[in-house]
């Protein structure tokens, strides 16, 4: 499946992320549920490859997306592998370095083409995602960009908390220090 998605991330303090979950609830936002995800990121010559390990999403995922701190645009190759994640995980790992592997809990709830994540990262913290998502570009870019600041700035999220890195760069960074 092919996709593109207009996204934000942010930093977010428990209190926040409470507020979140009602506004969410508010406005009637469909609780996927807590998923425990293993993120394994693959050194690889252009974008981003990482094979998604989770209690609910069992993915390969090739990306490219802008780093910037607001909203950024991703183009985004999925491979749904639910039930045989083990044997696509050994041959990557047999095929592909590791990069890195990140650790999280997130929360996944949805508003229509708007996917929410209330994330909390091993050895990062906790935050926040919003991304607007076209299936084969059927939603234009623009109307993905304005559902996004409308969630960005309905769940009050701050410019100053946004982030523009990956979870991933964001420990590769940590752990030059």
Not at 42 to 52: A, Q, T, V, Y
Not at 90 to 118: A, G, P, Q, S
Request: charged letters at 35%; a negative charge; glycine letters at 6%.
């Amino acid at each position: 499946m092919t996709y593109t998605n207009i996204e934000i991330k942010a930093m977010a303090s428990e209190e926040q992320q409470g507020k979140i979950r009602e506004i969410l609830k508010e406005n009637n936002a469909k609780f996927i549920g807590t998923d425990n995800q293993k993120d394994i990121y693959f050194k690889n010559g252009s974008g981003r490859l990482k094979l998604r390990k989770g209690d609910i999403e069992n993915y390969l995922i090739y990306y490219k997306r802008e780093d910037e701190a607001d909203l950024k645009k991703s183009e985004v190759v999925i491979f749904n592998n639910q039930g045989r994640i083990g044997e696509l995980e050994k041959i990557t790992r047999e095929t592909h370095e590791v990069l890195i592997e990140v650790d999280k809990t997130r929360e996944i709830y949805f508003i229509e083409n708007v996917k929410f994540h209330i994330d909390n990262v091993s050895g990062l913290g906790r935050f926040i995602e919003i991304e607007a998502i076209s299936h084969e570009n059927l939603i234009s870019e623009e109307k993905l960009r304005e559902r996004c600041n409308y969630y960005k700035t309905l769940l009050e999220i701050k410019n100053e908390n946004l982030i523009k890195n990956s979870y991933s760069d964001m420990l590769l960074e940590k752990n030059k220090k």
